[in-house]
């Protein structure tokens, strides 16, 4: 069964404005991890951010922050004044229960950053 | 701090053969998690090793097999290749701990089968 569901295969954003990337998650499991990475081109995944699933604040990294909504199962990543660097592959992850490293993808999200 | 290195980063090889595929992890890192990434399939699990001990295993076919030495590197074996196996082949490392333990990848391997 799918357990990461990324509905936006591709997506578009300005220079400087932010943009929202989509991320709902099924579990059953009270304890999990949830986690997005950017991969560019060359192929290598650049961790951003992690959101645990008994945090009681969103997690933020810089530009990156995660919009936690754990009712409704779903950790969007936010990316505010998006740069021409910005755009690659992001990947919504999963790891359920602790001391599990069996880590659930998304199928990705492209992000295009136009000038 | 060095981050994870792979080797070697392109491979063709001809249906048939057996291709094995290493892994450095970051210093201090005993979690190694293999991954396979695909245009059809996505990112799919392999299976992870910590402190020589595979802990889990995705649903892979018994080709594909891994293991892990005393000082945390691990390899990846393929057998008998199939033109389904080209991929590009990612390797993560996590450090035990509290907060999460993410995974931090390598550059992958990414290998042709003909």
């Known amino acids: 069964a799918q357990k990461i569901t990324q509905t936006q295969p591709g997506m578009f954003v300005q220079e400087k404005e932010a943009v929202t990337l989509d991320c709902t998650y099924d579990?059953?499991?009270?304890?999990?991890?949830l986690f997005w990475y950017k991969q560019p081109s060359s192929g290598e995944m650049i961790f951003l951010i992690y959101?645990?699933?008994?945090?009681?604040q969103n997690a933020t990294e810089g530009r990156y922050s995660l919009n936690f909504q754990k009712a409704r199962k779903s950790a969007n990543l936010v990316i505010s004044a998006s740069q021409l660097g910005d755009s690659a592959m992001y990947f919504c992850a999963m790891r359920e229960g602790r001391g599990n490293n069996d880590m659930r993808f998304g199928a990705g999200t492209r992000l295009t950053v136009k000038p | 701090k060095a981050g994870v290195t792979q080797t070697p980063r392109y491979l063709i090889k001809t249906r048939g053969q057996q291709v094995t595929l290493s892994c450095s992890p970051i210093?201090?890192?005993?979690?190694v998690s293999w991954y396979q990434q695909t245009p059809g399939q996505g990112l799919q699990f392999l299976f992870e090793?910590?402190?020589?001990?595979?802990?889990n295993k995705g649903n892979f076919p018994g080709r594909f097999s891994g293991r892990q030495f005393s000082n945390s590197r691990s390899e990846m074996n393929v057998s008998t290749l199939e033109l389904g196996d080209s991929a590009l082949y990612l390797c993560?490392?996590?450090?035990?701990?509290?907060?999460?333990?993410?995974?931090?990848f390598g550059p992958g391997t990414r290998l042709t089968v003909t």
């Open positions: 579990t059953s499991d009270p304890s999990y991890g």
């Open positions: 210093s201090g890192h005993r979690s």
């Open positions: 959101q645990g699933s008994y945090d009681q």
């Open positions: 090793y910590f402190s020589e001990t595979q802990r």
């Open positions: 993560a490392s996590s450090l035990e701990g509290d907060r999460g333990h993410e995974q931090y």
